[in-house]
């Protein structure tokens, strides 16, 4: 029961955390090293699933000291990296900072859990009720996608419309680019988290994806900011049908 367990958390939080597409679509033209460290920090949501699946095989548990080590220099790390990650996302740093230390926590206690699964009444220990914030920030992420196709739906209400981040980014190709912990903004100069723009008889209606109450709201006077959410993309009717589910 408790490999199950560690296995369906390991799958949603890979669903729920793992960056669509892996690699920046911009990575390309920058240093070529640049693809093994920010390819690493995107393999980390599936390090619980890996973690849970090596679990399953290892003849016996590691020493639960060293596992403790390892756990403690991941926190170390994770920690280090959210943190710094944080500081340059402007009005995204709050969701920066529970992305970051969730993913941190799931892999600590996927490595812990490696060390203390045989052990009686595995349930209550330390590593499982651990496992368990992350488990709900993956849960959250991936409701929060599925609000965000409603709430567009409802607002657009069969008229023209598209969906995009508040960025320079190319358009939204995925539904996996709707997900919480995706559809957030991650730079100090974008202010809007995502946008819904719909097309109506009287000019567009501009809205702001909020991730905290998980709905759109009406963006009353789109012209006045800086950084224009006017050209993020182009209404479509049928707009669900141009994206791909990864």
């Given at each position: 029961?408790?490999?199950?367990?560690?296995?369906?958390?390991?799958?949603?939080?890979?669903?729920?955390?793992?960056?669509?597409?892996?690699?920046?679509?911009?990575?390309?033209?920058?240093?070529?090293?640049?693809?093994w460290?920010i390819?690493?920090?995107?393999?980390?949501?599936l390090?619980?699933?890996?973690?849970?699946?090596?679990?399953?095989?290892?003849p016996?548990?590691?020493?639960?000291?060293?596992?403790?080590?390892f756990?403690?220099?991941?926190?170390?790390?994770?920690?280090?990296?959210?943190?710094?990650?944080?500081?340059?996302?402007?009005?995204?740093?709050?969701?920066?900072?529970?992305?970051?230390?969730s993913?941190?926590?799931?892999?600590?206690?996927?490595?812990?859990?490696?060390?203390?699964?045989?052990?009686?009444?595995?349930?209550?220990?330390?590593?499982?009720?651990?496992?368990?914030?992350?488990?709900?920030?993956?849960?959250?992420?991936?409701?929060?996608?599925a609000?965000?196709?409603?709430?567009?739906?409802?607002?657009?209400?069969?008229?023209a419309?598209?969906?995009?981040?508040?960025?320079q980014?190319?358009?939204?190709?995925?539904?996996?680019?709707?997900r919480?912990l995706?559809?957030y903004?991650?730079?100090?100069?974008?202010?809007f988290?995502?946008?819904?723009?719909?097309?109506?008889?009287?000019?567009?209606?501009?809205?702001?994806?909020s991730?905290?109450?998980?709905?759109?709201?009406?963006?009353?006077?789109?012209?006045?900011?800086?950084?224009?959410?006017?050209?993020?993309?182009?209404?479509?009717?049928?707009?669900?049908?141009?994206?791909?589910?990864?």
């Amino acid at each position: 029961m408790l490999r199950i367990f560690l296995v369906t958390t390991g799958i949603l939080i890979a669903l729920g955390f793992t960056p669509i597409p892996f690699f920046p679509d911009n990575l390309g033209h920058g240093a070529g090293w640049l693809y093994w460290p920010i390819g690493a920090i995107s393999a980390m949501a599936l390090l619980p699933l890996i973690l849970a699946i090596i679990g399953m095989v290892l003849p016996k548990p590691p020493n639960k000291f060293v596992a403790a080590g390892f756990a403690v220099l991941a926190a170390i790390i994770g920690a280090g990296l959210t943190f710094l990650y944080a500081t340059r996302t402007g009005s995204g740093s709050l969701l920066a900072t529970v992305h970051g230390l969730s993913l941190t926590l799931a892999v600590g206690a996927s490595i812990l859990m490696l060390a203390t699964q045989n052990r009686p009444k595995p349930f209550k220990s330390t590593p499982v009720i651990l496992l368990l914030a992350p488990l709900v920030v993956a849960l959250w992420s991936l409701v929060s996608g599925a609000a965000v196709v409603w709430q567009a739906n409802r607002l657009a209400d069969n008229r023209a419309f598209c969906v995009a981040a508040h960025d320079q980014s190319p358009p939204v190709r995925t539904f996996a680019q709707l997900r919480g912990l995706s559809f957030y903004t991650t730079t100090a100069r974008w202010y809007f988290h995502g946008l819904l723009i719909v097309e109506t008889d009287n000019g567009k209606e501009f809205y702001n994806w909020s991730p905290r109450r998980m709905k759109f709201q009406k963006i009353e006077h789109p012209k006045r900011f800086i950084a224009s959410p006017l050209n993020v993309c182009t209404p479509q009717t049928g707009y669900w049908a141009n994206l791909s589910v990864l």
